[in-house]
């Protein structure tokens, strides 16, 4: 166990409607990160929150957002859902602003399936 | 384009013989290395890095190695466990210390 929760695990929607994927990082871990794992792909880094504030981007789509907050809980908005974005979207935390070291704590994530 | 590259998708190992994972990488400005194991159903978990100042890093039976000139770093693992059986990423950080790319990944199998 992580200690990094993601919420839902799976998740079923149609095309052109919006979701929510929920993470709590672990406890004292001021950084959340998103990524998106596509079918036999490997992780395509979206964004990062450390503290609240958006501290690094990725290939983030325009119909994607995210926010951290004052908890330090993260959520990731995905709208106008196409069939291209279904994945497994994995949130991870690590302590500092940076990955710096690179050990990341990552969730078991969310399952997404867009018909 | 991809600047992490695993160019192997599976490999497939007997128990007790040796693995060898291998990446390449085509950023000269990343600075740490990382390898991640991922267990179906679970996320990726760290399993050994390696700075660029250094060209091998052992922990047990996981040995990483580093070719900076040729921008290639390997994985070995002696001897392979069945247990080892799952998805090996290959990561990289830049040199700000902000960014961490992951390659595609490798699916190991350990027959016993």
């Known amino acids: 166990d992580s200690g990094v929760t993601q919420t839902p695990k799976h998740l079923i929607t149609a095309t052109g409607q919006r979701v929510t994927l929920r993470c709590s990082p672990r406890?004292?871990?001021?950084?959340v990160y998103w990524y998106q794992q596509s079918l036999d792909q490997g992780l395509q880094f979206l964004i990062q929150y450390y503290n609240g504030e958006e501290r690094a981007k990725g290939n983030i789509l325009e119909r994607f957002s995210a926010q951290q907050f004052p908890d330090l809980h993260s959520e990731l908005n995905l709208s106008s859902l196409e069939l291209g974005d279904s994945a497994l979207y994995f949130c991870?935390?690590?302590?500092?602003?940076?990955?710096?070291?690179?050990?990341?704590?990552f969730g078991e994530g969310s399952r997404l399936t867009v018909l | 384009d991809q600047q992490v590259k695993q160019n192997s998708p599976s490999l497939s190992v007997q128990e007790g013989r040796i693995s060898i994972l291998n990446c390449d990488y085509t950023?000269?400005?990343?600075?740490?290395f990382l390898w991640y194991k991922k267990y179906p159903a679970e996320g990726p978990t760290f399993l050994i890095s390696i700075s660029s100042i250094k060209d091998k890093n052992e922990d047990g039976r996981f040995t990483v190695f580093l070719n900076k000139s040729a921008k290639h770093l390997s994985l070995h693992i002696v001897p392979s466990q069945p247990g080892d059986s799952a998805v090996y990423f290959c990561?990289?950080?830049?040199?700000?210390?902000?960014?961490?790319?992951f390659g595609g990944g490798t699916r190991l199998m350990v027959k016993p």
């Open positions: 990561a990289a950080l830049n040199n700000a210390g902000n960014m961490l790319t």
């Open positions: 991870a935390s690590s302590v500092g602003g940076n990955p710096y070291t690179g050990e990341l704590f």
């Open positions: 950023n000269s400005m990343f600075d740490y």
């Open positions: 406890s004292g871990d001021l950084s």
